[in-house]
């Protein structure tokens, strides 16, 4: 076989094994590695925060349930429980997030000094990072150093931060509300620690499917 024979064959059983790995990644069924870009198309779960303080509203999640399984069973359990029935946003960095979800210390009319350091009593959750960037709207589970410290934190992202691509897990996406989120009242300095009185979560409840 000549060299350019051998070039050429080898070219194309590269496009073949390609061809074999997108269908394979694709097939009905499987886990996804990128959601749907249009909202509400996923069929997850759907989670309603009823948000008060500077803003109020309602804002409707889609929960990735086939991308981040366990994080997505966590929020439901969660908000199930009522366990983030006034929970505040104790981290708010404008043009970067607005976290919360720190059941444990983040109840409103608590001492919030200790906001943002704790969790559920359920243990803490294995990573499920994905290809999923992180854009406005998206939803991420907060973690500490540790990939697989992900609990009952997450936080909801005001513009996009492609540094977090891969390093934290996407567990959903706000598709109705984000007008309400982009209100939620900025906390000061790096850390984005909220003074005074922060917005809270007035109740969290999941949606019958």
């Known amino acids: 076989m000549s060299r ?21 990644a694709t097939v009905p069924g499987s886990t996804p590695k990128v959601v749907t870009d249009v909202p509400g198309e996923a069929g997850g779960t759907r989670l309603v925060l009823t948000i008060a303080g500077e803003a109020n509203g309602e804002v409707v999640i889609e929960l990735f349930d086939s991308l981040a399984p366990k994080a997505a069973e966590r929020l439901v359990t969660l908000a199930g429980e009522g366990a983030y029935d006034g929970v505040v946003f104790h981290r708010v960095i404008d043009g970067f997030m607005a976290q919360t ?7 409103d009319g608590g001492d919030l000094r200790r906001a943002g350091t704790g969790g559920s009593s359920y243990p803490d ?15 991420g589970m907060a973690r500490s150093a540790n990939p697989d410290s992900a609990n009952s934190q997450f936080f909801i992202m005001f513009d996009a931060a492609p540094h977090l691509d891969g390093g934290y897990t996407v567990v959903g996406r706000v598709i109705e509300g984000m007008d309400v989120v982009n209100a939620i009242k900025r906390g000061e300095g790096p850390n984005g620690a909220v003074i005074g009185a922060p917005d809270r979560i007035v109740t969290a409840k999941v949606l019958p499917n």
């Open 125 to 139: 959750l294995p990573a499920e990072f994905s290809k999923e960037p992180f854009v406005a709207g998206v939803v």
């Open 4 to 24: 350019s024979s051998l070039v050429a064959w080898i070219i194309f059983l590269a496009g073949v094994a390609l061809v074999a790995v997108y269908y394979f």
């Open 101 to 107: 979800g720190d059941v444990e210390f983040g109840k």
